[in-house]
Each structure stands twice: as C-alpha cells, then as structure tokens.
C-alpha cells in the first residue's frame, strides 16, 4: 500500500475544472511541503506539472494549480483539454524512502 | 537541448542481471542527480534510487538494497543502473530522470523515454 492514496480515475467534460487529491497516509511525509505532480501518458516519459506543493516550472500552463490542506495536496486542472487525458501521479519526499510516488490517477475528458 | 536517453529493450531469464544506461546532453552532468523509477505493468512510479555524479555517492530503496548499483560515468555523461536477481516481478519499463536543482532529490524536471525490461523463462 502506498503512503500516498489517489483517486484511481476522474472525469469531467472539456472546459471543466476537475481536481486530483493525494492523501498522506503515512508519517514519514512530515510536512508535506515537498509534493510535486506528473502527467503520465502511456508509453512517454512523465511531465512535471507541479513541485513543491504550488510551483509550477517554466513551460506548463497555468491552468495547473496545486495546493495542500492537511495532509491532503490537491491538483487542479482549470478548463480541461482534451490533451490533459493522462494519468497523474503525486510524489512526496519520505524521511524513510526519499521519495514515494501515489498510484496514479487515470484522468479521462469526456 | 537537455535530455537523458536511455538504452533500448532487454529480456532476461530469471536470475539474470539486467545494466541500464542513460545517456545525459545539454546539461552540466555532474551538478544535478540522477534517479531511477520503474513502472510495472498496471501499477504506479515506484522509487528506485539515486546518485550524485559529482561524488558517486548513491541512496537505494530499502527493498533494492543489496540487488541494486547505481553509477555514472562522468567522461561519457552516462548513468547506470545494474539490477540483479531477477525475478518476474521486475519486469517493468525503468525510468531515469534528472533532479530540478542540484540538490534535489525528490523533483525532475527531465526523464529518459523508458526502458522496457522483460524477465521470462
């Protein structure tokens, strides 16, 4: 089981907002300030979209946004496309694992 | 252009070893880490490790230890990573990826395309 919970899929229709949850469910998360997002898309290496709970690197449309309240962060895609189709993984630092990764999130624009 | 290439596909018998390379350019290697996830197939990122190339000096997860070396090449800009013992349950596309900053292990900004390592009988 990862320390990290996600949805397993989410839909929402084209110029929705939809929003992608990761729980901590362990500890060794701390303070969970350093969770960053990717988007996966099957058979290409992940993107980054999101570090730190809320940075966004150099590149990736504002229309992704990320926030943390409590031990759950949050990504938000605003004005869904039908190109964010993708699975999205949270990732934490762990004080025992360095890095853990949640399940994924399937994503899928109606 | 910054970018990690890695090698291509590999299938191995259980038991076997299997050494992934990934080829880093358009960057200065030494001044950012390198780590390893891999993907099985229907499961999430799993953490594999990390090394400092400016140091060799390399972090594994727990369950790796022992079957797992991660090194690099600083007169090539290559890493590597050896995984040894296979079993099935390594069958699974392995990634690299560049830390965001030169301390950071926990974000990257560049990934490899994946390499897809088959274990079969």
């Known amino acids: 089981q990862s320390a990290l919970t996600q949805p397993a899929s989410l839909s929402e229709s084209p110029g929705q907002s939809i929003t992608i949850s990761c729980t901590a469910t362990?500890?060794?998360?701390?303070?969970?300030?350093?969770v960053s997002w990717y988007k996966h898309l099957p058979g290409r290496d992940p993107k980054l979209v999101i570090f730190?709970?809320?940075s966004r690197p150099s590149g990736v449309s504002p229309r992704f946004s990320g926030s943390k309240s409590g031990n759950t962060a949050s990504l938000t895609i605003s004005g869904l496309q039908a190109d964010d189709e993708a699975d999205y993984y949270c990732?934490?630092?762990?004080?025992?694992?360095?890095?853990?990764f949640g399940g994924g999130t399937k994503v899928t624009v109606l | 252009q910054v970018q990690l290439v890695q090698s291509g596909t590999d299938v191995k018998r259980p038991g076997a070893s299997v050494k992934v390379s990934c080829k880093a350019s358009?960057?200065?290697?030494?001044?950012?880490?390198i780590c390893w996830m891999r993907q099985a197939r229907g499961q999430g990122l799993e953490w594999m490790g990390c090394?400092?190339?400016?140091?060799?000096?390399?972090d594994y997860a727990q369950n790796l230890r022992g079957r797992v070396t991660m090194t690099a090449d600083t007169s090539t800009t290559t890493a590597y990573m050896e995984l040894r013992s296979l079993t099935f349950d390594d069958t699974a596309i392995y990634y690299c990826?560049?830390?965001?900053?030169?301390?950071?292990?926990?974000?990257?900004?560049?990934w490899g395309q994946g390499t897809r390592v088959t274990v079969s009988s």
């Open positions: 990826a560049k830390g965001l900053d030169s301390d950071r292990l926990d974000v990257f900004d560049i």
């Open positions: 358009g960057y200065v290697f030494i001044d950012y880490c």
């Open positions: 090394i400092g190339p400016n140091n060799g000096i390399t």
């Open positions: 362990s500890s060794d998360v701390g303070s969970f300030d350093f």
């Open positions: 730190d709970v809320f």
């Open positions: 990732s934490s630092y762990s004080a025992t694992s360095i890095l853990v």
